[in-house]
């Protein structure tokens, strides 16, 4: 089964930015809609941003204007590039991958903002 492998988080001071990567093990991730999504502590998982495999991007209402979500799938990897964070965007951010009925997790990245 493939694999997803996020990187890039870490600490950054609000105001700052952070470019998420996703790489996956599957030569056809181009056909796969990828998302990503981040939990907070106590809170639920929720929706951050997504693309599907024809490159239309979706993003959740808190992000927009602030969060680009792109793809290369040459190297079949989905990039989150986040901009003016805030400290309510701390939590661990997770890739997930979907085509028909197969779904794929990363292990997720610990994004924390603070000062």
């Known amino acids: 089964q493939a694999q997803l492998v996020e990187s890039g988080g870490g600490l950054v001071q609000p105001g700052g930015s952070l470019r998420l990567s996703c790489t996956a093990s599957?030569?056809?991730?181009?056909?796969?809609?990828v998302g990503w999504y981040r939990q907070a502590p106590g809170k639920q998982r929720e929706l951050v941003a997504q693309?599907?495999?024809?490159?239309?991007?979706d993003y959740a209402n808190s992000v927009k204007g602030r969060f680009t979500i792109s793809r290369d799938n040459a190297k079949n990897t989905v990039y989150l590039q986040m901009n003016s964070l805030k400290t309510e965007a701390t939590a661990v951010y997770y890739c997930?991958?979907?085509?028909?009925?197969?779904?794929?997790w990363g292990q997720g990245t610990q994004v924390t903002v603070s000062s």
């Open positions: 693309i599907n495999s024809a490159g239309t991007m």
């Open positions: 599957e030569s056809a991730f181009n056909e796969y809609s």
């Open positions: 997930r991958a979907s085509i028909t009925v197969c779904t794929i």
